[in-house]
C-alpha cells in the first residue's frame, strides 16, 4: 500500500518526503510554494477536489490550473459524479471517482475509463449505512462488496475514523491511502497508536506549530500497519 501524508503548508516538504505517493489540495495551490513542491515532487501525485476542507468541489477550471500548477497525475473528480472525466483525459490526466452507493462503487471498479476509485470515510453512511468514523465501517463495506477480479491497486482510502488500525483491517483491499493525522496528530500532541477518538481539530494549515518527533512517530507506526 503507498501512502500520502497530508501537512500544514509549512510542512508539505517533510510530508512528501515521507510519502509514497502525493496528495495535493486544490483550494491551497494559488500558494506557489505549495505548489511547486509537488511539481518538483517525482512521486505520483494526486490532486484532490477539496470537498472535505470546503463541503464543495471546485470547479473543472480551478482543478485544471491547479493540477498543472502541482504537475498532478491523478485529478480526484466531484464526489459521487464523472461529469468531468472527458475534460481531465482530454488534458492528459488519470481520474479518481468518489461513490457514494455500492452500484456506484462496482460500475467504476469495472469501468476502464476510471483508473482509481476513492472511498471517502465522509461518505461511509451512504455507502453503508455506519457511522462514518467508525474504523469497521470501510472495512465492512469492503468486506461485503469487493469481488474477485476486482484490482485492488485502483482503490483509494481518503481520510481517517477513529483509529487508525482500520489500515491493518483494510490493507488486503487496498492500492494506496492519504490522511492528515499523523502530522496534524502530531503537532497537536495526538498519539496515533493509543487514540481512540478522531481529533475533532479541522487541520489548520498555516499553522505556526513545531513538527515534534510525535509527528515522525506517528507516520512511522501507520506504515507499519501496512506491512
Not at 493540477?67 to 481531465?88: E, F, H, N, P, Q
Not at 449505512?129 to 469497521?136: A, E, F, M, Q, V
Request: a negative charge.
Amino acid at each position: 500500500m503507498e501512502l500520502a501524508f497530508i501537512a500544514p503548508t509549512k510542512y508539505t516538504n517533510k510530508a512528501i518526503e515521507h510519502s509514497d505517493v502525493n496528495m495535493a489540495l486544490a483550494h491551497l495551490c494559488e500558494d506557489e510554494r505549495y505548489a511547486n513542491s509537488f511539481a518538483s515532487s517525482d512521486k505520483y501525485t494526486f490532486l484532490d477536489n477539496s470537498f472535505y476542507e470546503l463541503r464543495y468541489c471546485l470547479c473543472e477550471a480551478t482543478m485544471l490550473k491547479a493540477a498543472k500548477a502541482v504537475k498532478a497525475d491523478c485529478v480526484i473528480m466531484s464526489d459521487g459524479t464523472t461529469d468531468s472525466i472527458g475534460v481531465y483525459k482530454r488534458e492528459g490526466y488519470e481520474v479518481m471517482y468518489i461513490p457514494t452507493t455500492v452500484k456506484e462503487f462496482k460500475d467504476a471498479m469495472y469501468s476502464d475509463e476510471i483508473d482509481k476509485v476513492g472511498l471517502s470515510f465522509f461518505h461511509v453512511e451512504q455507502l453503508i449505512g455506519s457511522d462514518k468514523n467508525n474504523p469497521t465501517s470501510r472495512y465492512n463495506f469492503l468486506r461485503a462488496y469487493f469481488e474477485e477480479g476486482m484490482d485492488t491497486k485502483k482503490i483509494h482510502m481518503l481520510g481517517a475514523t477513529d483509529s487508525m488500525y482500520e489500515i491493518a483491517l483494510c490493507k488486503q483491499w487496498v492500492g494506496s491511502w492519504d490522511s492528515s493525522a499523523a502530522v496534524w496528530g502530531g503537532l497537536n500532541n495526538v498519539d496515533l497508536r493509543t487514540q481512540t477518538t478522531k481529533n475533532p481539530l479541522a487541520v489548520d494549515f498555516d499553522t505556526e506549530l513545531a513538527w515534534n518527533n510525535l509527528c515522525t512517530d506517528n507516520i512511522n507506526f501507520i506504515k507499519e500497519l501496512t506491512k
